[in-house]
């Protein structure tokens, strides 16, 4: 007989998005989603084996299930959920670590929400604790909305209340460029780090 709890926990724990973008491990290739939190933490994902445990992962669960249910509703009118966006920057100077040649660093992300037509992004944010919609979320927002040329939109929805946030020209820009900014910083600090890494082994 099949051990359908151990099915359900690997639902629940599993790094989908990891296993879903392989290319998200390798050194040059960096998300949105965690550039607009910290470009820090876009680095230290590439040193560091995340360990994910279940009370953890039921909170992202419930978000990935409410994003779902709100996505499947969206599509019936026309909406494109989890659009796939890749951006590729050109490096000044190739660099090579570990035996690998690297021209350029790629940017991926996936909009929750996008309409071809209305030429509309939408984000979807779910959170027991915040009421206010944070800066990085803007960030992330922006990114997608510059990328397709469409207007951005924010919702959060927690315990309390859902909340829209409408995102003006100018957010767009410097938001775009901002992630940029933090791609090019992310990749310098992973340059210093490879070089202390593999140079101590």
């Avoid at 290739?29 to 910290?38: E, R």
């Avoid at 509703?73 to 100077?93: A, Q, T």
């Avoid at 020209?169 to 900014?181: F, S």
């Amino acid at each position: 007989m099949h051990n359908y709890a151990d099915l359900i926990e690997k639902m629940i724990t599993l790094d989908t998005y990891a296993q879903e973008n392989p290319e998200i491990n390798e050194l040059n290739v960096f998300s949105v989603s965690t550039l607009a939190y910290s470009w820090e933490d876009q680095v230290k994902k590439k040193f560091t084996q995340e360990k994910h445990d279940i009370k953890t992962n039921l909170t992202m669960f419930r978000g990935k299930a409410i994003h779902e249910w709100i996505q499947n509703r969206f599509r019936l009118s026309g909406w494109i959920p989890e659009y796939k966006i890749v951006k590729e920057l050109p490096l000044n100077e190739p660099k090579e670590i570990n035996g690998v040649s690297y021209d350029r660093i790629k940017i991926i992300g996936h909009a929750d929400l996008y309409d071809p037509s209305g030429k509309i992004v939408i984000e979807i944010k779910t959170t027991e604790t915040a009421h206010t919609i944070m800066p990085y979320h803007l960030l992330q927002v922006a990114f997608y909305a510059h990328e397709l040329n469409a207007s951005g939109i924010i919702i959060l929805i927690n315990s309390n209340k859902i909340i829209q946030r409408n995102l003006t020209y100018h957010e767009i820009d410097h938001g775009h460029a901002e992630i940029i900014k933090r791609a090019y910083q992310a990749w310098n600090q992973i340059i210093i780090n490879a070089s202390q890494w593999w140079n101590h082994e």
